[in-house]
């Protein structure tokens, strides 16, 4: 257990100054989907149960393509840190970046799991940790 806490108190200390919009990007470039990616930018000590539900919201909830994971994920961030009524908030800014909050609106100029549609899906991740950071500031 000792090993345990001090590793997380070493994951803690080299996130310290990192703006979450890296953190995101940094976690989906690893491999994570959008909804994981913004949850794990604001809670990396999270209990992996909670990471194992975020699985199931990427590619628009289980790939169905309706709200963008990474919506979801911001959501389950800002309920997580007491701020659920944030949500609202966190959809308007997305709204009036981009329009829609639909994945497969968001997704249609591009062909599915290419480069082009992975680098915007990573954008649009990266933007939602940083509205999901300022909501938490507030």
């Known amino acids: 257990m000792h ?27 690893l491999g994570r989907n959008c909804c994981e990616s913004v949850l794990l930018a ?47 908030k966190l959809v308007d800014l997305f709204k009036s970046r981009n329009k829609v909050t639909c994945c497969k609106a968001l997704s249609a100029p591009y062909v599915w799991d290419s480069k082009e549609h992975l680098a915007n899906c990573r954008r649009l991740t990266t933007e939602v940790a940083e509205d999901v950071e300022k909501l938490l500031k507030k």
Not at 66 to 77: K, P, S, Y
């Open 3 to 29: 090993l345990y806490l001090r590793r997380l108190f070493q994951k803690k200390k080299q996130r310290e100054g990192v703006p979450a919009g890296e953190l995101a990007g940094h976690h989906f470039t």
């Open 42 to 88: 604001h809670n990396e000590e999270v209990d992996p149960t909670i990471i194992e539900m975020a699985k199931a919201f990427g590619g628009g909830i289980g790939g169905s393509k309706c709200l963008c994971g990474a919506i979801t994920g911001g959501v389950m961030t800002l309920s997580l840190k007491g701020q659920r009524r944030d949500a609202a």
